[in-house]
């Protein structure tokens, strides 16, 4: 994919659009089936059918999907495709974060349950940190590597959810991955 494949989200409604958890996996969905109904997405997604609508229409206005009439039974029938393969934020937006607090709470509510139960097994390995004294350059050659295994797996469990999509044991998991350099006096509570 070349970068003038990558959506680029600059302005505060379309970001609004992509940052809430249920629309990005609307669209991750529709990415697995390559098209959908509003009825087929909200029993994949044990939600009911009139959300998952107001949701689609959402992202059809901020352009990130779109109706795909010509896989419509007839004018009633509204299916929709993905427009876009990947996104990027300006990171000039204001409010840039917000796309980002979704996966936080995640994490945070994931660490504490392993916390809560320590030596239980999760359907999950809890993310580990590494620390390293990287150059620019070598942190970035580094992320590449990492993100292609992540891409590779990511392709490659669509794939098979799309084989086959009602597949109990397929589960919808996340995996979050930064890298940058660490500023701790940044990072300091304001009563430390």
Not at 106 to 124: S, T, V
Not at 139 to 157: C, F, G, I, N
Request: aromatic content about 8%; glycine content about 4%; overall charge negative.
């Amino acid at each position: 994919m070349t970068g003038d494949d990558v959506f680029r989200i600059n302005d505060p409604e379309t970001l609004k659009a992509v940052a809430h958890p249920l629309r990005q996996r609307i669209v991750l969905e529709i990415a697995v089936r390559e098209h959908a109904r509003a009825a087929d997405l909200a029993k994949a997604l044990g939600e009911p059918a009139n959300s998952v609508s107001f949701h689609l229409r959402v992202l059809a206005r901020a352009g990130l999907i779109e109706e795909a009439p010509e896989l419509a039974r007839d004018k009633r029938d509204r299916v929709w495709k993905r427009v876009i393969q990947q996104f990027t934020v300006d990171p000039g937006l204001a409010d840039a974060g917000a796309l980002f607090e979704p996966y936080l709470r995640w994490m945070r509510a994931m660490f504490l349950r392993d916390r809560a139960a320590p030596g239980k097994r999760h359907d999950y390995n809890t993310g580990v940190a590494h620390d390293g004294f990287f150059t620019r350059e070598e942190a970035r050659e580094m992320a590449d590597e990492v993100k292609s295994v992540l891409d590779r797996w990511s392709d490659l469990t669509i794939e098979r959810k799309r084989a086959a999509p009602d597949d109990p044991d397929r589960k919808y998991y996340q995996i979050l991955f930064a890298v940058g350099p660490r500023d701790l006096a940044a990072e300091a509570a304001p009563e430390d």
